[in-house]
């Protein structure tokens, strides 16, 4: 796979450089200390892996990937773990948070090229298209002073507290993040969630009954509004 590093630190250049040498399917075209740059370069020629910082003066690599036409598959590179779900939400292969081990950054490739040889997804393409079985059934949220790992499996239902949500678990708990109840419904939706309230999102699986405007879910019975009601129903087939 022809690739490219886009980093605006030199060591973490030379890091990924050298990791690169040591692997035999990897061809390192060209590298970059900003985004801008590389743009030109990404849309005008054939190339199928980046490897691509976030943090980065003036133009960060969600800008960069958000403005290019041509779509390579993707591993993010970077100090910070606070852009994981937005990462991901990207169709990135993978999020590798710095300072990067040899193991773990072979294990991103050996996914990518899994990924490019069995054309699961489309390089240079507007938008990539991965298979649903390799999207992410986890998202990381920032709670206090940590990066909470959350699986949709675990999540009963999510309430919406103006700037903040409130995540509830089926281990009788919560994890209260600064995010909107938007982005958690379109990251949610097409993985069997629901919004059947302007305060509420539901886990469809956890329902136990629907009882006139409320819905049970373990014990806890959340309201369903009239604005929601019928998308609801005709996603549930009710």
């Known amino acids: 796979m022809k690739c490219v590093i886009i980093d605006d ?3 973490a250049v030379d890091l990924i450089k050298e990791f690169v040498s ?3 399917s990897l061809e390192l075209i060209n590298t970059f200390n900003n985004a801008i740059d590389a743009i030109v370069m990404i849309n005008t020629s054939n190339v199928d892996l980046i490897f691509l910082d976030i943090e980065m003066p003036h133009f960060s690599g969600i800008d960069f990937l958000n403005a290019i036409d041509k779509k390579p598959l993707v591993i993010f590179t970077t100090a910070y773990s606070d852009y994981a779900v937005e990462g991901f939400n990207l169709g990135a292969v993978d999020y590798l948070v710095k300072p990067i081990p040899f193991n773990r950054f072979l294990k991103s490739v050996m996914r990518a090229q899994q990924l490019f040889l069995s054309n699961k997804i ?11 079985e390799n999207e ?5 949220v920032r709670s206090e002073y940590e990066n909470v790992k959350i ?7 999510i309430e919406g507290l103006k700037d903040y949500v409130k ?3 089926t281990d009788n708990k919560f994890t209260l993040t600064l995010t909107s109840l938007i982005k958690l419904e379109n990251m949610l939706s097409s ?5 059947i309230h302007r305060s509420y999102i539901i886990n469809i699986k956890y329902v136990k009954s629907i009882q006139k405007n409320k819905v049970l879910l373990a014990d806890k019975r959340i309201p369903i ?3 929601y009601k019928n998308a609801f129903f005709e996603k549930i087939n009710l």
Do not use: Q
């Open 225 to 227: 509004s009239e604005s």
């Open 122 to 132: 489309v390089p240079n393409t507007t938008t990539p298209t991965v298979v649903p």
């Open 9 to 11: 630190e030199p060591l």
């Open 167 to 169: 995540i509830y678990t």
């Open 191 to 195: 993985k069997g969630f629901a919004r």
């Open 136 to 140: 992410p059934d986890f998202m990381f």
């Open 22 to 24: 040591k692997v035999e």
């Open 151 to 157: 699986n949709f499996s675990d999540i009963l239902f």
